[in-house]
C-alpha cells in the first residue's frame, strides 16, 4: 500500500519560512518524479514544484521561483520543500505526489499517488 505522507504545514506570518516534508513508503521512491501542488480555498489545485528521480532536474511554477526550493532523499524516502518568503497567496493546503517521470509534470492528473495534504497558513 502507497503512503505519501505530508508533515510540517503551520501558521506563519509574511516573510517567514516553512520547510515541508513528505515521507513515502510502498513504494519504489527512487523509480519516481516527486511533486508539490497546492490548493487554497476556492481555487483548483496548482502545480508547485517537481523533481525528478535523481534530482537532475527541478521545475518551478513562476509563483514560486527564487522562493522555493524542492529536494529529495531517495535513502530516506523523503522529498522536502523549502519555503521562503511565503506571502498571504501561499495559503493553501500543500500535497505531496508521485509521478513515473515528469513528462507532464504540471498534469495533476498524471500524478499516480497523492498523499493527505499539510496547511500552511500564512498571516499578513
Known amino acids: 500500500q502507497v503512503q505519501l505522507v505530508e508533515s510540517g504545514g503551520g501558521l506563519v506570518q509574511a516573510g517567514g519560512s516553512l520547510r515541508l516534508s513528505c515521507a513515502a513508503s510502498?513504494?519504489?521512491?527512487?523509480?519516481?518524479?516527486m511533486g508539490w501542488f497546492r490548493q487554497a480555498p476556492g481555487t483548483e489545485r496548482e502545480f508547485v514544484a517537481v523533481?525528478?528521480?535523481?534530482?537532475?532536474?527541478?521545475y518551478y511554477a513562476d509563483s514560486v521561483k527564487g522562493r522555493f526550493t524542492i529536494s529529495r532523499d531517495n535513502a530516506k524516502n523523503m522529498v522536502y520543500l523549502q519555503m521562503n518568503s511565503l506571502n498571504t497567496e501561499d495559503t493553501a493546503v500543500y500535497y505531496c505526489?508521485?509521478?513515473?517521470?515528469?513528462?507532464?509534470?504540471?498534469?495533476?492528473?498524471?500524478?499516480?499517488?497523492w498523499g493527505k495534504g499539510t496547511l500552511v497558513t500564512v498571516s499578513s
Open positions: 523533481i525528478t528521480q535523481t534530482s537532475q532536474r527541478t
Open positions: 505526489a508521485a509521478a513515473p517521470n515528469v513528462h507532464a509534470y504540471m498534469d495533476d492528473s498524471y500524478y499516480e499517488y
Open positions: 510502498g513504494l519504489l521512491f527512487s523509480g519516481y518524479a
